[in-house]
T-cell receptor
């Protein structure tokens, strides 16, 4: 079956604009995770969903970042009033559940804020 | 707070060598330890997952071990090939926090023909 997909693959935006990043998990996977990979910080956890609920938002860097998941499937990560330090690759992963199953990653969205 | 460290940061070997990549973690309360491969400009490919109750997992030329008591995992690659060149990341799945992964900084492996 299809893997995790993310869109867009690349996004260039101007400082201060809002952006939306989309993740389509593997069908049947109830857990969905967002991570960010940047040169200075490596790969860091942002938020995870079990179903449509987000039990852990502790990794979101600021209140400019938010995420939602609808229908237990697609998730959207929104960054408001983007800053240059938001430039990074945003990776989404899904797993069967949030009990320590293998996480499968999408190809990522490369965000550049000018 | 869980911290994951990988040594070495970079490794260059001739084709055919056996090699070991090291990963250490500070908190033994983990669900699992997962090894990934990342090619330049690409996402992460899962290689092996070791549950906290397991000692090792094998897939083809890859063998990963886990020692929770010492906070260590190793990835052994047998008979390395140029196609193995990539960055290898280990990640600890955090217990009771939805299995979220805490990543090491990675080991960049180059296998020379």
């Amino acid at each position: 079956g299809a893997g995790v997909s993310q869109s867009p693959s690349n996004k260039v935006t101007e400082k201060g604009k809002d952006v939306e990043l989309r993740c389509d998990p593997i069908s049947g996977h109830t857990a969905l995770y967002w991570y960010r990979q940047s040169l200075g910080q490596g790969l860091e956890f942002l938020i995870y969903f079990q179903g449509n609920s987000a039990p852990d938002k502790s990794g979101l860097p600021s209140d400019r970042f938010s995420a939602e998941r609808t229908g237990g499937s697609v998730s959207t990560l929104t960054i408001q009033r983007t800053q240059q330090e938001d430039s990074a690759v945003y990776l989404c992963a899904s797993s069967l559940n949030s009990g320590g199953e293998t996480q499968y990653f999408g190809p990522g969205t490369r965000l550049l804020v000018l | 707070k869980q911290e994951v460290t990988q040594i070495p940061a970079a490794l260059s070997v001739p084709e055919g060598e056996n090699l070991v990549l090291n990963c250490s973690f500070t908190d033994s309360a983990i669900y699992n330890l997962q090894w990934f491969r990342q090619d330049p400009g690409k996402g992460l490919t899962s290689l092996l997952l070791i549950q906290s109750s397991q000692r090792e997992q094998t897939s083809g030329r890859l063998n990963a071990s886990l020692d929770k008591s010492s906070g260590r995992s190793t990835l052994y690659i047998a008979a390395s090939q140029p196609g193995d060149s990539a960055t290898y990341l280990c990640a600890a799945g955090i217990y009771n926090q939805g299995g979220k992964l805490i990543f090491g900084q990675g080991t960049e492996l180059s296998v020379k023909p």
